[in-house]
């Protein structure tokens, strides 16, 4: 098992440039997330989706979109970038949400 | 609302001694609490967690927390603690909401290990 994948690694963009973060999961997990970390913030919930076929904000969703395209798949896209949106970004899964959450490795996007 | 507040940025200690990392959380019900590690450039991994039962329990890598309902805290420790210890600490709290389950992340606390 991969566990959570996500990609890319790394990414530099544009203020004004689009872009979209894959993630993937091999676990069969029901529900998906997407947080941001900032230094001395910890994470921040963008959006999740507690299951195939629905999405939902969390505490940061602006300037963000996300598509749960499958159960699988949980993707994050980024319309117009701005350099606020700076920051490390993982995504995580987890089962029925109430139990443990499996992160991935992270995207780093740095926006100048 | 879910609160969780970590009130040390960083702590250090020596390879050898005791740890204790504190955590004091905000929710109305008994909450779903967490302990995650991340090392280095890495994900979060989980160490342990609370739902119900045994206020102390036991997680991976020696670690072990105690959920005190009165103190709204939910602090990790570890009898001796090794240079691989170093990492960033997040402790969470969790909760049912409409429409699924939140979990809300501290700040995290940096541990700094020095021989």
């Known amino acids: 098992n991969a566990g959570v994948t996500q990609t890319p690694k790394f990414q530099v963009l544009k203020t004004g440039q689009s872009m979209t973060l894959q993630c993937a999961q091999d676990?069969?997990?029901?529900?998906m997330y997407w947080y941001r970390q900032d230094p001395g913030m910890g994470l921040r919930l963008i959006y999740y989706?507690?299951?195939?076929?629905?999405?939902d904000k969390g505490e940061v969703p602006n300037g963000y979109n996300v598509s749960r395209l499958n159960k699988r798949e949980f993707s994050l896209r980024l319309e117009s970038a701005a350099p606020s949106q700076t920051s490390v970004y993982f995504c995580?899964?987890?089962?029925?949400?109430?139990?443990?959450?499996?992160f991935g490795p992270g995207t780093r996007l740095l926006v100048l | 609302a879910q609160s969780v507040t970590q009130p040390d940025i960083h702590i250090t200690v020596s390879e050898g001694a005791s740890l204790e990392l504190r955590c004091n959380y905000s929710?109305?019900?008994?909450?779903?609490l967490f302990w995650y590690v991340q090392s280095p450039g890495q994900g979060l991994q989980l160490l342990l967690k609370?739902?119900?039962?045994?206020?102390l329990v036991q997680g991976i890598k020696g670690f072990e927390a105690e959920f005190k309902r009165s103190q709204s805290s939910f602090n990790l420790r570890k009898p001796s603690v090794h240079w691989s210890d170093a990492a960033e600490y997040f402790c969470?709290?969790?909760?049912?909401?409409?429409?699924?389950?939140?979990?809300?992340f501290g700040a995290g606390t940096r541990l700094f290990v020095k021989a």
């Open positions: 929710y109305g019900a008994t909450p779903y």
């Open positions: 676990m069969n997990h029901n529900s």
């Open positions: 989706s507690a299951s195939e076929g629905t999405t």
């Open positions: 609370y739902f119900s039962g045994d206020t």
């Open positions: 969470a709290v969790g909760a049912i909401h409409t429409g699924g389950f939140k979990t809300i």
């Open positions: 995580a899964s987890s089962d029925w949400g109430r139990e443990t959450q499996y």
